[in-house]
């Protein structure tokens, strides 16, 4: 494995992982706001 399919590699990961991150952020935040309508 050379150092330019490593480096290729690793910024495939990291952009799955900032996505991951990000959906997971929306739906957290979902259930805040639906669980703070419930109870307002």
Do not use: C, F, N, P
Not at 20 to 25: D, F, L, R, W
Request: net charge positive; proline share 0%; hydrophobic share 50%.
């Amino acid at each position: 494995m050379t150092r330019d399919q490593l480096i290729k590699e690793l910024r495939m990961h990291s952009a799955t992982w900032q996505s991951v991150v990000i959906v997971y952020g929306v739906i957290v935040a979902t259930m805040i706001l639906t669980g703070m309508a419930i109870t307002s």
